[in-house]
């Protein structure tokens, strides 16, 4: 095989008339196949199915403090469920709070309370700005993106690349006060792959940022999430700790992706400080969240280790899947020149960089052959790629068989697409 | 006995005396008693063990219309409980949202919208008037008066009676456009024990508000929690709709005091259009909340009568507390003429109208002999309670001998009160 950009037209012209029967032929299979969202498989869901008999009617539901958890009470989560998670961050419990059922919703939440009331060490809320701004690595997550749309946050996208963001262009920002915060997903990036090196944790945590009340939107989503290889990533609390920024980082996590995604629990990890504020702003809006649930993670875990035990399980039934999406990009698609990709080490996606101007219509090509992707645009602020280029593999969901076929349909697209334009 | 109205001053110098023996008696048994806040009893969180045998290891997880409660999706709520809340409502599923665990939550989070980016028909978000004001019932409920502080919200206390808000007041009221919401807990409610009358819901139904973008808070919270008989109180969303005001009354409800406080499953209930609306904004925080607690809840009930059944159960183990708390009032201290109260149907509280200028100095009385209340003036906003007059009486939570001695307490610290100050 060789390089796409080498055919000749003639040559481009016969390639073109084979996908296109390829494609009809797909077509023909009337296929129903979903690329599109990081779910669990319904095999990984299995994993979990045991922490279902942890607590039961027989059940003490106190925890080893003696909190009930059947009744109202500490707002900030169970304490054992703090010290759980705590040391899954590597932070102390007193520096965790273990919330709902998504750390989405803390997200969100965190931010609209920045808004209306501000942050530790906010002149004002953030609402009282003419404008507020956030840096938005791309490729990024799209519900970071529109939790800053919905509250009227400016999205200016930085350029994410295998490492972490491009930190010249985040120094540079970070210099007009109206830049309040920034969003990372710093290991496996959502969608990249990628892993925050050290130094773009450092850089982060120690650049200097005219806004007093900046904050890093940490959302170690994946953190124990590998596939391939655990990846380390610095300890962002930790290192804003010693670049003399104690409060500028705020963790996310949650067990969405470890046992039932909507129905596990989220937790967040920040300073004393910013805990004890968050704690005076939160009592408005809950007595308790679900000290049951936390108690069923606690005892179903019993430990950070009994996490990475569970997630040793996940990452067997994730790499055969990971494994077809990748080989079928490096079987169809690299030696054609036909786009890039970060190969993983961990995470839920793969990131196709399409040549340019092909990303909407590979979309569309998948579309009409009955496969979903997330929508072109989705990883940009705005739905704005500019290039055009950037999609989305998410091959968690589909048992292996489906994801094969999605996977050759989609390759057809990318040929197809490439194709097309090589020849306009 | 007589009223100490007409004790002399020589006899109420008396009754001094011995009430401070006493009082010192029960200072000397070192007790640690707490009818501060709605807690339900271990005897009440024991009817909701058998809920967690619902779900283990071996269940099918999928609702009937085949949705995995274990997976992200269905942000409005698994369409089954969607539906068992629903005719709890007495409204259609197309109406109900099932959220979190909290309906607390979600009425701060409703609020917090309302600020952010406005309700339907708003014609702007609420945070960029000057001022905006809520409506709050007095006496009312602590926690829908620290909501609105919070999010530096005007509170405009109005007169709540047995069978409702003061509606002259509340009418000439919301004439004014910066008057935005008004709290109701419209079933036993919280404090009072009263339940609003037909007229008080149509006539808030109905009403001229100026701002056209009203909302009516409709907490009904304890809508089932019947202890001695049922009242039936109007279906506001009903009214609303009659009176050509669809959109007006946003309804909050939860398992709270039906299974686990903190940890059941939060609902609310509105218009149609409200519901889509509502929608958009928390697709921005929130892929789905918990289904798995959902469906526990649904296959726990089985129906509204399953969950009727078991307010049955609840109202038993509640009866003989506040036949205590009633008991010790109507006997210590009616024949007394030492203060007034309004017998409750149900819920989870008595409201002590102690006589004017009493009720911080009963409540200081009664913790300094080990017994903790709801503090004064939490009843009222800014814990301005003016005639320093309102306490609430919490007898969920502790054990009928604890609550027994609780009482003696209380009813000797509101007699010492009224005899200190009519020696005054």
Not at 24 to 33: A, G, V
Not at 141 to 164: K, Q
Not at 342 to 348: I, L
Request: hydrophobic letters at 40%; proline letters at 5%; aromatic letters at 10%.
């Amino acid at each position: 095989m060789k390089k796409y950009e080498t055919y000749t037209r003639e040559e481009l012209q016969q390639e073109k008339e084979l996908l296109l029967k390829k494609y009809k032929d797909y077509q023909d299979l009337h296929l129903n196949l979903n690329m599109a969202r990081g779910k669990p498989g319904a095999d990984q869901l299995a994993l979990s199915m045991p922490m279902l008999d942890v607590l039961n009617s027989a059940s003490d539901c106190h925890d080893k403090y003696g909190t009930d958890a059947r009744n109202y009470g500490e707002l900030l989560g169970l304490r054992e469920a703090r010290e759980l998670f705590a040391d899954l961050m590597g932070i102390s419990w007193e520096e965790t709070i273990v919330v709902g059922s998504s750390s989405l919703t803390f997200m969100y939440d965190c931010v609209s309370r920045a808004m209306l009331l501000g942050v530790l060490g906010s002149e004002k809320p953030w609402c009282k700005y003419d404008k507020i701004k956030f840096l938005c690595p791309v490729p990024g997550y799209d519900r970071h993106f529109t939790i800053c749309e919905t509250l009227g946050i400016e999205m200016i996208p930085v350029e994410l690349n295998e490492w972490g963001p491009d930190m010249d262009a985040v120094r540079e920002l970070v210099k007009d006060e109206e830049v309040k915060g920034i969003w990372c997903v710093p290991k496996y990036t959502n969608p990249l792959g990628g892993c925050y090196s050290d130094e773009a944790v450092k850089a982060l945590a120690s650049m200097e940022t005219a806004a007093k009340d900046f904050r890093i939107f940490w959302d170690n989503a994946y953190c124990v999430h590998y596939v391939y290889e655990d990846v380390p990533v610095l300890n962002m609390l930790e290192e804003c700790k010693k670049a003399g920024h104690p409060d500028r980082a705020y963790l996310f996590g949650s067990t969405s992706k470890i046992t039932f995604p909507g129905a596990g629990v989220g937790f967040f990890g920040a300073s004393k400080d910013n805990v004890e504020f968050i704690k005076k702003q939160i009592s408005a809006e809950a007595i308790s969240w679900d000290k049951m649930n936390m108690l069923r993670h606690v005892r179903f875990f019993g430990s950070a280790q009994g996490i990475l035990d569970l997630m040793d399980k996940h990452a067997e039934l994730l790499r055969p899947k990971f494994d077809e999406v990748l080989n079928a990009l490096y079987t169809e698609l690299a030696p054609r020149g036909c786009g890039s990709w970060v190969r993983p080490s961990g995470g839920y996606f793969v990131t196709y960089r399409a040549p340019e101007g092909c990303a909407a219509r590979i979309n569309a090509l998948c579309k009409d052959a009955g496969v979903t992707m997330t929508g072109p645009g989705a990883t940009h602020p705005y739905h704005d790629d500019p290039q055009d280029s950037t999609l989305r593999i998410a091959p968690s969901f589909p048992p292996a068989e489906e994801l094969a076929k999605a996977m050759e349909v989609f390759c057809v697209a990318a040929r197809l697409a490439m194709v097309e334009k090589l020849l306009v």
